[in-house]
């Protein structure tokens, strides 16, 4: 079994910061991505950040320049340093796996951030 356990999310003001975190426990293949997605109310879940095992990232528009993702293989953890947040950040935050030779995807449950204006 492989569980993803989010952290890190809360209630902030607009321009603060947070860092969301998210460990991998189990067996889980070494080739693979770790990304964050969002979903707001009344939206569609999208893709925030990216990144790969040679560590290549991808991030929406949206937060370019403002969010950051990076990994810890050695520790299975990958973590979203999020600065400069807006209201309109806010969102249920999940944490995913993207196995590449299996395609096959892991999700964490969700961790709220709630940026306030």
């Known amino acids: 079994q492989v569980q993803l356990v989010e952290s890190g999310g809360g209630l902030v003001q607009a321009g603060g910061s947070l860092r969301l975190s998210c460990a991998a426990s189990?067996?889980?293949?070494?080739?693979?991505?770790r990304g964050w997605y969002r979903q707001a109310p009344g939206k569609q879940r999208e893709l925030v950040a990216a990144?790969?095992?040679?560590?290549?990232?991808n991030y929406a528009d949206s937060v370019k320049g403002r969010f950051t993702i990076s990994r810890d293989n050695a520790k299975n953890t990958v973590y979203l340093q999020m600065n400069n947040l807006k209201p309109e950040d806010t969102a249920v935050y999940y944490c995913?796996?993207?196995?590449?030779?299996?395609?096959?995807?892991?999700w964490g449950q969700g961790t709220q951030v709630t940026v306030s204006s």
């Open positions: 995913n796996i993207h196995l590449l030779l299996r395609q096959y995807d892991y």
């Open positions: 189990g067996s889980i293949f070494s080739i693979n991505t």
């Open positions: 990144i790969t095992n040679s560590g290549s990232t």
